[in-house]
């Protein structure tokens, strides 16, 4: 069933996957919006309505994991390359051993009103060592240093810092060699975590996993433009053009098709 699939095909199909799941999600929404309600008097009509938005997340919740229990090698191998700050979107089950590895670390810092939850990583390259900073949910700041004969040094003694902090060790499952955030990244993921917090887009208040979407497009700007665009374009209109996307989505196809066949 899941043969030959190579990691790139295996990213465009996890994507189109999880649109297909998100436009089928807000068809689902929009007719819990249709249940009229006044928040003082009708707290039955509330409750129908949460419940409405609840069952249509269950439902899309059941797409993606029927997705991802089809292709269990290709999805455990695409899980593996996801790196940065915490994941958001599907919660997927994950072995409580920790990933072994001498020359790079994970760690989340949470607050206990939660208004101040990073994230902090540290890679060690030869004499170099870069760490990747910043709040969960962003792309964070990254800096490199090169500290020559005191590397492995400094590299416990930053380590042993953030632990006094309070920070927690979590799996690393970041790149061995991270490159910074470029600024198309960074503009994608702040206009999709926009469209997220909207109501009128999101009314259901799911989580799009704008950065599991920002991997499946990593390496393409020209698609992380397009998305960004689609996303600024639902937020000025106030709902999402489907037949927009239907038509890129199309094109993209056509576009693969002619790769192979080339």
């Known amino acids: 069933m899941s043969k030959n699939i190579s990691k790139d095909e295996f990213k465009d199909m996890i994507s189109q996957m999880e649109q ?9 929404n929009q007719k819990c919006n249709k249940i009229k309600t006044n928040f003082a008097k009708d707290k039955k009509k509330l409750t129908q309505k949460r419940k409405c ?28 390359s996801l790196g940065g700050g915490k994941r958001g979107g599907v ?30 990583r540290i890679v060690k390259n030869g004499t170099k060592i870069t760490t990747h900073y910043g709040r969960i949910g962003t792309l964070g700041q990254m800096t490199t240093k090169d500290y020559g004969l005191k590397v492995d040094s400094e590299y416990d003694k930053l380590i042993q810092s953030k632990k006094k902090k309070g920070y927690v060790e ?18 994608f993921l702040k206009v999709c975590m926009k469209a997220q917090n909207n109501s ?22 020209s698609e992380l433009k397009w998305f ?35």
Not at 20 to 28: D, F, L, T
Not at 200 to 221: A, H, I, M, T, V
Not at 245 to 262: I, L, S, V
């Open 20 to 28: 297909s799941a998100m436009k089928e999600n807000q068809k689902c």
């Open 91 to 120: 919660k997927t089950i994950r072995k409580s051993k920790k990933k072994t590895n001498n020359n790079s670390a994970y760690f989340e810092y949470k607050s206990i009103l939660g208004s101040s939850n990073k994230f902090w």
């Open 200 to 221: 009128k887009l999101n009314p259901g208040s799911r989580n799009f996993d704008c950065e599991g979407q920002l991997d499946s497009y990593k390496g393409s700007d």
């Open 53 to 80: 938005h609840s069952k249509c997340e269950k439902k899309r919740m059941k797409s993606v994991k029927s997705f991802h229990a089809k292709y269990p090698k290709e999805y455990k191998r695409f899980i593996a």
């Open 170 to 187: 979590g799996v690393d499952y970041g790149d061995k060699k991270p490159k910074p955030p470029t600024k198309i990244e960074r503009e």
């Open 228 to 262: 960004t665009e689609w996303h600024k374009d639902a937020l000025k209109n106030k709902e999402y053009d489907w037949s927009k996307y239907d038509g890129h989505d199309k094109t993209r196809r056509k576009r693969r098709r002619k790769r192979r066949n080339n």
